[in-house]
């Protein structure tokens, strides 16, 4: 059964960081692609970053374009994301999600693979 865990959420200040993780149990990782959404209380799931099949082509919302920071291990079955300089409005549940296909995507209709999501807070 394909499964994907997050891990890594916690509270923390404005400006800290954290690092979430996605522990993926897919027999042929390495042909699909990967995500990260989110998801703010009362509001729709937002694309944060995605990453390809091979780990070489990343792409991030712009909200967090220079301040996080996506990776993936096809060998170790993982894939993370760097979260440095974050603001109350990262405030979310964070979603790992994964595409049976190699190329990346920012729509959550092609991730057919999602974990349970992690909560992230970050205060003011």
């Known amino acids: 059964q394909e499964q994907l865990v997050e891990s890594g959420g916690g509270l923390v200040q404005a400006g800290g960081s954290l690092r979430l993780s996605c522990a993926a149990s897919?027999?042929?990782?390495?042909?699909?692609?990967m995500a990260w959404f989110r998801q703010a209380s009362g509001r729709d799931r937002e694309f944060v970053s995605a990453?390809?099949?091979?780990?070489?082509?990343?792409n991030y919302a712009d909200s967090v374009k220079g301040r996080f920071s996506m990776s993936r291990s096809n060998a170790k079955k993982t894939a993370s994301l760097q979260m440095d300089s974050l603001k109350p409005e990262d405030t979310a549940v964070y979603y790992c999600?994964?595409?049976?296909?190699?190329?990346?995507?920012?729509?959550?209709?092609?991730?057919?693979?999602w974990g349970q999501g992690t909560q992230v807070t970050v205060s003011s």
């Open positions: 990453i390809s099949a091979g780990g070489r082509i990343t």
């Open positions: 999600a994964a595409a049976s296909q190699v190329y990346i995507s920012n729509n959550s209709r092609d991730f057919d693979v």
């Open positions: 897919i027999h042929s990782l390495g042909s699909y692609a």
